[in-house]
Structures are given as C-alpha cells and as structure tokens.
C-alpha cells in the first residue's frame, strides 16, 4: 500500500494544470439575458390560458393559445438609433398605420429607451 502511495505522489508530482478562469466581474451583453413573458411590448397582448379543446369524444382539455410574437427592429428618430421588440403581428400592423414606432409608442405610452 505504501508503495503505491509513493507511486501515485510521484506520478502527481508535476505543477498542476493552470485553466483560464472567467472573470465574473465582467459579462458580455448576451450573459445577462432574463426570462421574458410573452406579451408583446407595443399592445400588451397577452396568450389566452381560457382555451379548449374538444376531441371526437368531447373530452375538452386546455390548452394555450400563443400571441404571435416577432422579433423586430424599428429605426426611431426621436433616439436616433434602431429599437429591437418583441411585437405581435397586430402590433407590427400598428407600427405601420401610425408611420412609425415613435408615433405608435407616443399612442401607446411606451418608453422606446428601455429596448
């Protein structure tokens, strides 16, 4: 037993094996990501939790009906810069009536500098 723990220890015997460890100091901008509800970021719709549906035997079982939300990008002038959301295609459709994303958040009351 001794043997083979002089063995090992000689075996061992080296500098140990120097890894470049990450700095938590700093993070990237993609390391900080949070979890986000689906609700679109113009209208505020929200999925419905209320639907059903009815099978051949009209057993109703639940289900969630999704928004269809987008990733999109939008140059707003007011900040001079593009704005990235997360809209419906409703509030994409609205984008477009208002001619832009500065006068649909003005509607809507959103603040475009938090995106």
Do not use: W
Not at 10 to 31: D, I, K, M, V
Not at 73 to 90: A, C, E, I, N
């Amino acid at each position: 037993l001794l043997a083979m723990v002089a063995s090992a220890a000689a075996f061992f015997a080296g500098t140990p094996l120097q890894t470049a460890s990450r700095q938590s100091g700093q993070r990237s901008s993609r390391s900080n990501m949070e979890m986000r509800a689906r609700v679109c970021d113009l209208l505020g719709k929200s999925p419905n939790r209320q639907a059903r549906v009815v099978t051949f035997s009209h057993t109703r079982n639940k289900k969630v009906q999704h928004v269809n939300l987008q990733k999109k990008r939008f140059y707003s002038d007011d900040l001079g810069r593009t704005v990235r959301l997360r809209l419906s295609t409703k509030g994409i459709k609205t984008v477009t009536k208002y001619g832009g994303v500065d006068a649909a958040a003005k509607k809507f009351g959103l603040d475009l500098t938090k995106f």
